[in-house]
Nanobody, 125 residues
Framework: QVQLVESGGGSVEAGGSVTLTCTAA?????????MGWFRQAPGKEREFVSA????????SYADSVKGRFTISRDYAKNTMYLQMNSLKPEDTAVYYC?????????????????WGQGTQVTVSS
């Protein structure tokens, strides 16, 4: 069983910053190919935010967050981060981290079998 735990959500004013953390169980890192961040706002489908190849070399972002969000990972700590700057009210959502060993399209949530419990980010105007 792959275990992912997110932390770091909260409430912030527009223009502020938040850093999300996703910690994976040690055994996850030996089989993970990609890890990603997704978000889901009330009444909307889960959408892609960003993804990173666990061993490095490939990063992608949704157009809506390019230039504002930065994904990174610490391989030794089995941890992935999402630094979110210049936050907007439309960034308000529950943010989930995901991982899988067989991802072929990092932006497709259906490619990920393992998910964290989610962390709420609320941006006020």
């Amino acid at each position: 069983q792959v275990q992912l735990v997110e932390s770091g959500g909260g409430s912030v004013e527009a223009g502020g910053s938040v850093t999300l953390t996703c910690t994976a169980a040690a055994r996850t890192s030996t089989s993970t190919r990609f890890m990603g961040w997704f978000r889901q706002a009330p009444g909307k489908e889960r959408e892609f935010v960003s993804a990173i190849r666990w061993t490095g070399g490939s990063i992608s972002y949704a157009d809506s967050v390019k230039g504002r969000f930065t994904i990174s990972r610490d391989y030794a700590k089995n941890t992935m981060y999402l630094q979110m700057n210049s936050l907007k009210p439309e960034d308000t959502a529950v943010y989930y981290c995901a991982a899988d060993a067989a991802v072929t399209l990092p932006s497709d949530p259906n490619d990920y079998a393992y998910w964290g419990q989610g962390t709420q980010v609320t941006v006020s105007s």
